[in-house]
């Protein structure tokens, strides 16, 4: 699966982060990645862990990233990437599992 978004400027991630010299904070980054995989699945999953998280690049405003992801090896496993302009951003491990009931609410 891929995704090729703008880091929009107004994005209230930039807000603070940091003032006269904003970057798009790694956890919003994440975050593009998490919501990329959900829509792919068809179950009611949720993110629950990360492993091997690489940043290797600042993302300014107004910076298009590309975002690839794909099944890895074990269930719910995905490798991920963010690049922009063939040069590596982000990139790690991401993994899913069903909403368990009991905790759905927390």
Same mark, same amino acid.
Request: aromatic residues 8%; hydrophobic residues 40%.
């Given at each position: /699966?891929?995704?090729r978004?703008?880091?929009d400027?107004s994005s209230?991630?930039?807000? !603070?982060?940091?003032? +006269?010299d904003?970057?798009l904070?790694?956890i919003?980054q994440?975050?593009?990645?998490a ?8 179950d009611?999953?949720? /993110? ?7 940043f290797?690049?600042?993302?300014r405003p107004g *910076? *298009?990233? +590309? ?8 269930? !719910? *496993?995905y ?5 922009s ?7 790690g491990m991401?993994?899913?599992a069903q909403k368990?009931?009991?905790t759905?609410?927390?």
């Amino acid at each position: /699966m891929a995704a090729r978004v703008t880091a929009d400027s107004s994005s209230p991630w930039f807000s !603070g982060h940091f003032p +006269d010299d904003p970057i798009l904070p790694g956890i919003a980054q994440l975050k593009m990645v998490a919501d990329l995989i959900a829509a792919s699945r068809k179950d009611d999953s949720r /993110m629950t862990g990360l492993s091997r998280i690489k940043f290797r690049k600042i993302v300014r405003p107004g *910076q *298009q990233l +590309d975002i690839y992801a794909a099944p890895g090896k074990l269930k !719910g *496993q995905y490798a991920f990437r963010i690049s922009s302009s063939n040069e590596d951003i982000c990139s790690g491990m991401m993994f899913f599992a069903q909403k368990d009931n009991k905790t759905a609410n927390l």
